[in-house]
C-alpha cells in the first residue's frame, strides 16, 4: 500500500478527487475502526492490491475526512472507491462482492489508455493537458490532411496554424500600415513610399507559428501526454486505428474517447475549377507570394477578415457576398463594418455566386478568370483576379472517422449532437467546432475541454455555458458582439420591450477620419446585448461581457466613471435611444 502525503499547500477536494480517480481501489478508513478492518480484510482475501488512507495518521486527516463526508454525503468510515465510483461503507462493499459488482469493477477490461483525443487543436489539446492532472493515461492523435494545393501544418489545429493566430498578425500588419498613413500627422517623418513585403511578414508569422507547435509538443511531454501524429479512425467504441504519414498502422484501445477533429473549409460542389485554382485560409497564411489582386468568395468572419487585412496591405480586394454580409450579426453593426471596408477601397459584388474558375496563366501568382452570376438578374459576368480566395464555411472532419463503427451518430451537417458534451454512445465524448448548435471559436473549445476532462477524471459537475460569449469579427473596423442582436431581442422579447442605445463616437486619435458606433440594447434596464465597432473591439467586449454576463442594467453602466480619453468610456454617457428618433450624432471623448 503506497504511502500518501499531503502537502500544506495541496488543495484538499483536489487531493481527494486525485486519489478517488487516480487509484483503481481506494480504501478510506481509520486505524482503529472494526469495519474497516473488515473492508481491508475482505481486499486481502481477494488479493486486491488497495490504496489504503488511514485518516487518523496521514497529515491534514481532518480536512481530508471532511471533505470525503461532503462528498458522498456520509460522515462514517470506511468509504471504498473503484474505478472512481463510490461503492460505499463495509455492509455495501460486502453486498457489491455477493451480487457480483466488485468482481465486474475489479475485472473491468483494461485499455491502452485511459483516454484518448482525436484532434490536438484547441479542444482536444486542451482536454489531454487536463485529464493528465488527474493521473490518466492520456493519448492526443493529431493528423493534418494536407489543402488539394499541398498546405500543410504543425501540432495545434486551426487556430494557432491557419486561424486566429496567423489571422489576428495579418490583421495587426494591416493596422499597422494605417498607423504609419497617420503618421505624419503625429509630426513623423516617414521618407519616400511606404511598401509591404509579403514574404518577410509570411516568413515572420510561420517562425512564430512554428514557436507554437514546438512548445505544444513540449508541453504535452512535460505532462506526459502521449502525442501522436497519427490520423485516427474508429474500428469499434473502445478501438481506433492510426495511421502515421508513412501509412503505418497501429491500433489502440481506450476507455474513454474524446472527438475534437475540428472543420476544414468547404469548397463548393457546383464550381468547376476551385480545387485546382483557387485558396481557402488554409492556405493563405503560408502562400509564398503574395496573391495580389484577389477575389474573396463568402460574407463571414473567415471572408471579411481576409478581405480586410488584404485591402490594409495594400492589395486590390474584392469581396463576392451572396446574400447578407456576417449572418448572425447585427445587420446594422455589420453593414457598417462593410461600408467602413468600401471606404477603405473593398469592393464589394452583391448578390453574386461564382460559376467557375479558369486558369489563364500559371505563376505565382498566376491569373485566373472568375464567372459568376448575379443573383437577382441572373447575369453572368466574368473579371480576372490573380488569386481566389474561397471562405463559404467550414465543414467537420466527422466523415472518414469511422464514427458508424464506434456507433456514434452525426447530424446532416456532419456535426456531433451531444449533451454535456457527450455522444449517444456513452465512454465517446466530442468537444469544439464539430458540435452541434455550438459557437466555433477557440475559447469555447478550450473550456468545453477543460470542464469535461474535470468532470470525466476529477468528479466536477461545472457545464460549459455556451451563453453570451463574446466575440470579434477582426474587419479593418472591428466588430465586437456580445449577446442578443436587435433583431434576435426583438424576435424574443417584442419591439416594445426592449430600448436600444445607440451612439457615434470618434476617437480624437483619429481626428474624425474614422467613425466607430457603440450600441447596446435591454429591456426593463437589463443588458441584453452589447454592439461595438471601433478601434481594439476585442479588448472591449472581452469586458462588457462580464456584466452583461452579470445581469447587469443600464443603471449599472451609468453609475460607472469612464476611463478619459478612451473609446470604451462612451458606454458610460449613452443617452440616445433609438426610439427616440433622435440621431446618434458624433462625438467625441472631449464632448
Ligand atoms: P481544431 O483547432 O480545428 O483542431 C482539430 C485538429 O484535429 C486539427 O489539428 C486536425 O488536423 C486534427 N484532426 C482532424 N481529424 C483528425 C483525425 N481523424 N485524426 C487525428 N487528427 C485529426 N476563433 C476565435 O476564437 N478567434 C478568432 O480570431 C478566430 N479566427 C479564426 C480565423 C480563421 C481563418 C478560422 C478558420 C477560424 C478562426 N477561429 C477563431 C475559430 C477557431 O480556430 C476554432 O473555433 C478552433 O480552432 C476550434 O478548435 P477545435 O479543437 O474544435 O478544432
Ligand atoms: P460561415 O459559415 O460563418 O459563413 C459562410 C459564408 O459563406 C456566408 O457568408 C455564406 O453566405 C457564404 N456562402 C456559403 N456558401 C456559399 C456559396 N456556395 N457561394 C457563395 N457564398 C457562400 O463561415 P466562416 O468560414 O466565415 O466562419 C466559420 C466559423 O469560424 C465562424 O462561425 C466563427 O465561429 C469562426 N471564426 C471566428 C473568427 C473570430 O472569432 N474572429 C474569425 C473567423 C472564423 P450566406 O450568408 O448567404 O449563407
Redesign the pocket.
Known amino acids: 500500500m503506497p504511502p500518501v502525503t499531503i502537502r500544506p499547500e495541496d488543495d484538499i477536494r483536489h487531493h481527494l478527487d486525485q486519489l478517488i480517480t487516480g487509484n483503481k481501489v481506494v480504501v478510506f478508513s481509520t486505524t482503529t475502526c472494526p469495519f474497516c478492518a473488515k473492508v481491508k480484510e475482505l481486499f486481502r482475501s481477494l488479493a486486491v492490491d488497495v490504496v489504503v488512507v488511514e485518516l487518523d495518521q496521514v497529515d491534514r486527516g481532518v480536512e481530508l475526512r471532511e471533505a470525503l463526508s461532503a462528498r458522498v454525503g456520509r460522515t462514517s468510515v470506511p468509504q471504498v472507491f473503484i474505478s472512481g465510483q463510490h461503492i460505499g461503507g463495509c455492509d455495501d462493499t460486502h453486498k457489491a462482492r455477493d451480487d457480483g459488482l466488485l468482481t465486474k469493477l475489479l475485472t473491468q477490461h483494461s485499455y491502452d489508455y485511459d483516454l484518448i483525443v482525436i484532434g490536438g487543436g484547441s479542444g482536444g489539446l486542451a482536454a489531454s493537458k487536463e485529464a493528465v492532472k488527474y493521473n490518466k493515461k492520456v493519448a492526443v492523435l493529431d493528423f493534418v490532411v494536407p489543402t488539394p494545393l499541398g498546405t500543410s501544418w504543425g501540432l495545434g489545429g486551426?487556430c494557432v496554424n491557419v486561424?486566429?493566430i496567423p489571422?489576428?498578425l495579418m490583421h495587426t500588419a494591416a493596422l499597422i500600415g494605417q498607423t504609419l498613413k497617420d503618421a505624419p500627422h503625429y509630426g513623423w517623418n516617414i521618407a519616400g513610399d511606404i511598401t509591404h513585403d509579403w514574404n518577410r511578414m509570411k516568413d515572420e508569422i510561420q517562425n512564430y507559428v512554428k514557436s507554437i507547435n514546438f512548445g505544444y509538443r513540449v508541453q504535452l511531454r512535460e505532462n506526459k501526454v502521449n502525442y501522436i501524429n497519427a490520423f485516427g479512425s474508429f474500428q469499434d467504441s473502445h478501438t481506433i486505428k492510426c495511421v502515421d504519414k508513412k501509412g503505418k498502422e497501429t491500433t489502440l484501445t481506450s476507455d474513454k474517447f474524446i472527438i475534437a477533429v475540428g472543420?476544414r473549409?468547404?469548397y463548393?460542389t457546383?464550381?468547376p475549377g476551385v480545387k485546382e485554382f483557387a485558396i481557402t485560409?488554409d492556405d493563405l497564411f503560408s502562400l509564398p507570394y503574395s496573391p495580389r489582386k484577389t477575389l474573396v468568395?463568402?460574407?463571414?468572419?473567415?471572408?471579411?477578415?481576409c478581405a480586410g487585412f488584404l485591402r490594409g496591405l495594400g492589395l486590390d480586394v474584392t469581396v463576392?457576398?451572396?446574400?447578407?454580409?456576417?449572418?448572425?450579426f447585427d445587420q446594422e453593426m455589420a453593414e457598417k463594418a462593410g461600408e467602413y471596408m468600401a471606404e477603405e477601397g473593398v469592393k464589394f459584388l452583391r448578390?453574386?455566386?461564382?460559376v467557375r474558375v479558369e486558369q489563364l496563366e500559371a505563376g505565382a501568382p498566376g491569373r485566373l478568370r472568375v464567372t459568376a452570376k448575379r443573383t437577382d438578374n441572373n447575369e453572368e459576368f466574368a473579371e480576372e483576379y490573380n488569386s481566389v480566395l474561397?471562405?463559404?464555411?467550414?465543414d467537420p472532419c466527422t466523415d472518414t472517422i469511422g464514427l458508424e463503427n464506434a456507433g456514434v451518430i452525426k447530424e446532416k451537417n456532419g456535426k456531433i449532437k451531444t449533451m454535456s458534451e457527450k455522444t449517444n454512445v456513452d465512454n465517446i465524448y466530442a468537444v469544439g467546432?464539430i458540435l452541434y448548435g455550438k459557437?466555433?471559436?477557440?475559447p469555447v473549445a478550450v473550456e468545453a475541454g477543460v470542464l469535461l476532462a474535470r468532470r470525466l477524471f476529477g468528479g466536477s459537475s461545472v457545464e460549459c455555458d455556451y451563453i453570451n460569449v463574446p466575440?470579434?469579427?477582426?474587419t479593418p473596423l472591428e466588430y465586437g458582439a456580445c449577446g442578443y442582436s436587435e433583431e434576435q431581442a426583438v424576435q424574443e422579447f417584442g419591439e416594445d420591450n426592449i430600448e436600444v442605445y445607440h451612439q457615434k463616437f470618434c476617437p480624437f486619435e483619429w481626428q474624425n477620419a474614422r467613425v466607430p458606433q457603440f450600441e447596446h440594447r435591454n429591456r426593463n434596464e437589463r443588458l441584453l446585448g452589447f454592439h461595438y465597432l471601433g478601434p481594439n473591439a476585442?479588448e472591449v467586449t472581452q469586458l462588457v461581457g462580464i456584466p452583461l454576463k452579470m445581469k447587469a442594467t443600464k443603471g449599472d453602466l451609468d453609475a460607472l466613471i469612464g476611463i478619459h480619453p478612451t473609446c470604451a468610456e462612451v458606454f458610460t454617457t449613452l443617452d440616445v435611444t433609438k426610439r427616440s428618433g433622435l440621431a446618434p450624432d458624433l462625438k467625441s471623448c472631449c464632448g
Open positions: 486551426t486561424g486566429c489571422k489576428k472543420e473549409p468547404r463548393p457546383d464550381c485560409s468568395i463568402g460574407a463571414s468572419y473567415v471572408a471579411l477578415e463576392m457576398v451572396r446574400s447578407i454580409l456576417l449572418r448572425g448578390p453574386c455566386i461564382p474561397f471562405a463559404i464555411g467550414r467546432d459557437l466555433e471559436l477557440t466575440t470579434t469579427v477582426f476585442g
